[in-house]
C-alpha cells in the first residue's frame, strides 16, 4: 500500500467507534480517508475526525468499495451481515463482536499473546471478547512458562460493555435514585444505580453458564492455542462506567510463588504493576479507566492450595480501549500490507 | 429471667445499630428498656424506640449496671475497651466486631448453622464477619451432606459494612462526580462513586491476604468446625450501599451435580433460591437490601473441574441484617435465659 489506508469505522457513533477514533489520533494512525458508518438511525450525523466533520453514512453492503480496513463494532448482527461485504470488496475486516471470533479461519488476536496469527487472515481478524483480553493480558506471561492448567475469575464488568446507551443509563439511574425519582431502565434488564447483576446474555441451559462466560472459556482456549486449560468463571455487571475488573485464581502445572509471578510480570508487555500492599494501592477502575495497560495486582499465593500450584491476583483494564479499540488498532498496526507501505 | 429484659446498644447511633432497633420491632422482641449507647460525639442525641425518644448516653465502663443483655456494634476498639465491663456487671454481650471473635471461649454463632454453641458462652457471644456469613449461609446446607473441602470466593461488597459514614461518602462522592464536582473523600482510601477498590483493611504481609479475607478464612472454619477447609478468598469493595455479593466456587469430598446442590438449598433455613436461567434473574443487592434471607442462584457446574466435584454459585445478603443485626438479634432470642423466662 503506497497511499495511506481509506478506513472505515462502522458503529461510529458507538462507545467504542469513538475511541477508534481517539486512539488512531493518539498513535499517529495515518488514514487516507474515514469512511464513518452506522445505521440508519445515525446517517446524517458527523463525527470530527482531526478537526473535519465527517457526515455518517448508512452502513450497508455497499459501504466498502476502496476502503482499505474495516473496523468493525456494530454488534454481532451488523457484522454477521456487513463484513462479508467488506472482505468481498477487499477491506481487511477488524472486528469486534463475537460474531466470527471462533471461526477456525479467523484468526482472534490479543497483538501480545499471539500476533503472529495476524499474517494467516483470509480477510478477517477477531478482537477478543474483552473480558477475556483482561484475564489473558495477565495470565499469559505466567502460561509461557509455567503452564496454567485451571483458572477461575470472577468479573467486575463495567456499563460500557454495553454500549453508550448503557453507559448513559448508569449515569442517569443513578442521578434519579439520588433525586429519589423512578427510573424506567431502558438499556439493562435490571436496575443499575447502586446495584449489581450477572451479566446480561442469555444463559445456555445445560451448563448455565451465560453468553459472557461461554466466551471468556472458548477464546482462552483459542487465543492460548490449549485445549486443554480448564477454566471456570462469573460474569457480573457492576455500577462502573468504563473498566473491567477480575478477580483471578489460577493453578499451574509446577508449583508457583508470588514472586516468580511478579518477575513474570514485570515488563511484559501492556501489562503494569500495581501492587503496594503497605500503601493498599492495587488495580482500580479509576486508575485503568483511559489508560492502555492492563494493571495487575495483589498477586499471593492462593491460600486455598496447600500444595503451591496457586496464585490469586486482581487486574483492572479500560473496557473501551484494551478491551476493544486499542486492541483492534494494534492489529491493524501489525497488518503485513502496512508493513509493506 | 421474669421480666422483659433491659438491652443497651453500643454503638445506636450507627447503620447497624439503627437496624438492631429496627429488627427487634419487626421480630416483636420484648424490652424492658433500651440502653441507648455511643460515643461521648453522639452523646445527647435521641433515637427513636418504640415511639419513645431515648437519649443517648456516652458508652463507658459504668453504663452496664443493671443490663441484661448488651448488643454491641462500635467497631472493635470500643468492643475491646467496654465488653469486659458489660460482662462484669452481668451482661450478656452480642458482639459484633472481630474484637473476640477468635477467642475459644467466645461461642461465633450463625443461628441456622452452630446455634446449639450459644448454650455454652461465658458471657459473650460473636456474630461472625458479614462476607462470613454471607458464604457460609449457603454453603453450610452443602457440607452437612457432601463435605467440602475447598471455597474459593470473591466477595462483591457494600458501604454499610464499613459503617454510615461510608455509606453517606457514596452517596455524596457519586452525587458530586454526576455534577462534575471534586470530592475529597473522607472515609474510604480510595474514590467510590463509579469505581471499586480492594478491601480497605491492613494486609499481612506474610500472606499479602487483607484484614478482611483473613477473618473469612479462620471464622469459616471456627464456625463449620472443620479445620481442613481451605479458603481462598478476595474481598472487594463495589459502589453498592448495603447488600454484599459472593462469586462462590467450592469443590466437594465426593462428586456433586448442581441439582443435589439445589435440592440441599430448597428449603434450608434462612436461604432463597433465587435461580431462573430463563428470566436471566438471579441474586441482586437491590433485592437482598431489607431481607432477612441470604438469596443464592447461579447454581452450576464449575466447568473448571472435570471430575465433577465442584460447584459454582452467586449470593447475596443484606449486610446490614443477616450480615449484622439481625443474626445477633437471632442470638439473643435463642438465648438459655430467655427460654427460661
Redesign the interface.
Known amino acids: 500500500m503506497n497511499r495511506d489506508p481509506v478506513v472505515a469505522i462502522a458503529g461510529v457513533t458507538g462507545a467504542v467507534g469513538a475511541e477508534f477514533i481517539a486512539t488512531m489520533n493518539r498513535r499517529d494512525f495515518r488514514v487516507g480517508k474515514l469512511k464513518a458508518l452506522a445505521s440508519a438511525r445515525s446517517a446524517g450525523k458527523t463525527v470530527d475526525f482531526r478537526g473535519q466533520q465527517v457526515v455518517v453514512e448508512e452502513l450497508t453492503e455497499r459501504s466498502f468499495a476502496g476502503v482499505d480496513i474495516a473496523l468493525f463494532s456494530a454488534g454481532s448482527g451488523a457484522s454477521r451481515r456487513f463484513v462479508p461485504a467488506a472482505v468481498k470488496a477487499g477491506a481487511v475486516v477488524i472486528d469486534n463482536s463475537s460474531a466470527f471470533r471462533m471461526d477456525p479461519n479467523v484468526p482472534l488476536v490479543i497483538p501480545e499473546i499471539n500476533g503472529r496469527r495476524i499474517r494467516e487472515h483470509k480477510g478477517i481478524i477477531a478482537v477478543p471478547n474483552c473480558s477475556a483480553i483482561t484475564a489473558l493480558m495477565g495470565l499469559w506471561p505466567i502460561h509461557q512458562k509455567n503452564r496454567i492448567t485451571?483458572?477461575?475469575i470472577?468479573t467486575?464488568q463495567a456499563a460500557s460493555g454495553a454500549g453508550a446507551a448503557a453507559m448513559d443509563e448508569?449515569?442517569q439511574s443513578?442521578?434519579a435514585n439520588?433525586n429519589g425519582q423512578v427510573y424506567a431502565q431502558k438499556v439493562m434488564?435490571?436496575?443499575y444505580a447502586?446495584?449489581?447483576?450477572?451479566h446480561?446474555t442469555?444463559?445456555d441451559?445445560e451448563?448455565?453458564?451465560?453468553g459472557e462466560e461461554t466466551k471468556v472459556?472458548h477464546e482462552t482456549r483459542k487465543i492460548f492455542e490449549d485445549d486443554r486449560i480448564?477454566?471456570?468463571v462469573?460474569c457480573?455487571r457492576?455500577?462502573?462506567?468504563r473498566a473491567h475488573?477480575e478477580?483471578i485464581?489460577f493453578e499451574c502445572e509446577k508449583p508457583i510463588s508470588?514472586t516468580r509471578v511478579r518477575n513474570m510480570l514485570a515488563g511484559a508487555p501492556g501489562v503494569r504493576l500495581v501492587d503496594d500492599?503497605?500503601g493498599?494501592y492495587?488495580p482500580?477502575?479509576?486508575d485503568a479507566s483511559g489508560q492502555d495497560d492492563v494493571l495487575v495486582?495483589?498477586?499471593?499465593?492462593?491460600?486455598?492450595?496447600?500444595t503451591g500450584h496457586?496464585i490469586?491476583m486482581?487486574v483492572s483494564a479500560d473496557q473501551l480501549l484494551k478491551g476493544a479499540a486499542l486492541n483492534a488498532v494494534q492489529i491493524v498496526e501489525m497488518l503485513p500490507q502496512r508493513a509493506m507501505a
Do not use: K, W
Open positions: 485451571r483458572v477461575i470472577s467486575y448508569l449515569v443513578t442521578r439520588l434488564p435490571h436496575p447502586f446495584n449489581l447483576f450477572s446480561n442469555a444463559i441451559p451448563t448455565g453458564y451465560n472459556i480448564a477454566v471456570g462469573t457480573v457492576v455500577p462502573v462506567l475488573c478477580a485464581t508470588e500492599r503497605t493498599n492495587f482500580m477502575p479509576v495486582g495483589r498477586i499471593r499465593q492462593d491460600l486455598s492450595d496447600p496457586s490469586s486482581f
